[in-house]
């Protein structure tokens, strides 16, 4: 009997239970159930257009559509020319990069506050913390002389758009918030671990199309050390075969060490990890160790090299017929290596004013064609060209990183057909006298018979 009880107590506490849940998802809002009369329809359609595009490339719709569904939702919206010239160019690439998309959705949520604050709920002197859809960011609000203010920003349009699920205030600039401001300083801060500081864009010579020798810095005590070149050509100095061979011991003239080529390349390979977007290239260099060896041994002969980096997305394009070729990972990455210290600037100067420029390969005979296109440079041709996307991501006056967008492979000789056997046409010139003699007695005769047969002289006959 108490069993029977127990099991009673048991199922109606099991059927309470089933109907407590089934209330608590009835009325819990569906983010589905997004109006036109949204604040986010509102924020699309509004002037902030700068802002609704970086929303939009953030990829942050589902996310703040699921925060309009849970309650209301605070927007403090930057003024378009906040996002257009008052932005530093070099934070708004950063922002844009693929690899920094954390950092761009954590700016923008940021901005937001998940509950509905209208210009008259504003708090008059005090500072006021809001927590944000930023998770560890919180947004001060007080007010300065009768303006309101957001940690340190003016709210220059109060109450701009106000719907039913929320409200946007226009703001005067871009707020950073910390975790976002050292990211872009730790980016910024890698050119100054480099080996060698970084130098400006070489002077190219316009006969040659080779860089121009610069004059050695003096020392404290007045000397300058003469520029060290190497002796012989890049292609004599480099190993027969890198991937399975060691790298030659270094020739009678080669003895001057004056760089560490190995630190520079983990110092570029680490250059690309940090910078985002170049995680395949980095992998390939590290896991092919004695592809990064042969490049760190060049530049410690004396070498420079410019290396044309294609990015996750073109590196994620190639086929697995590309890629099953015998030491096919190591033949495209030194078709991308230029044995030349090429900036952007220098890149863009040349194809600026010849046109066209072809730059040698470590990968022999084959050569890399560059040309100036939309006020970039683009290498290759037609549909298979690469556009540098991300210039100068490395440059330490040894190595030279440039983004492309591609992966380069050489041209094929397209063959030719056979021409068919041309026949030489043959005239039949008249027979005339080959000798002087001949030539003479033929004028003689022609004489003669102008005269008349009245002659003395025994009639000619031509030979």
Sequence with gaps: MDL???GCKALLLSVLIVLLLGNAVAGAPDASSINSNSVLVALLDSHYTELAELVEKALLLQTLEEAVGRGNLTIFAPRNEALERDLDPEFRRFLLEPGNLPSLQALLLSHVIPSRILSGDWPRNDLSPRRTLSKGDVLRLSSRDGVRMVDVAAVVQPDAVVRPDGVIHGIERLLVPRSVQDAFNGRRSLAAISAVLPEGAPEVDTTTM?????????DAYGYSAPPYTPSMPIYDAMASAPSMAPAPAPGPSSGHRWFDGEAQVKDF????????GYNELADILVNLTSLATEMG????EGYVLTVLAPNDEAMGKLTTDQLSEPRAPEHIVYYHLIPEYQTEESMYNAVRRFA??????????????????DGSVKFGHGTDAAYLVDPDIYVDGRIAVQGIDKVLFPSEPKPTAPSPPTTKAVTHKPTAPTTRRGKLLEVTCNMLAMFGQDSRLPTCQRT
């Design 4 to 6: 029977k009880i127990c």
């Design 297 to 300: 041994r060049l530049v410690s």
């Design 356 to 373: 066209k420029v072809q730059y040698d390969t470590l990968r022999l005979p084959h050569k890399i064609t560059a040309q100036e296109a």
């Design 210 to 218: 080779k860089l121009k020798v610069k004059k050695a810095r003096p």
């Design 269 to 276: 390979i680490h250059t690309l990890l940090h910078y985002g």
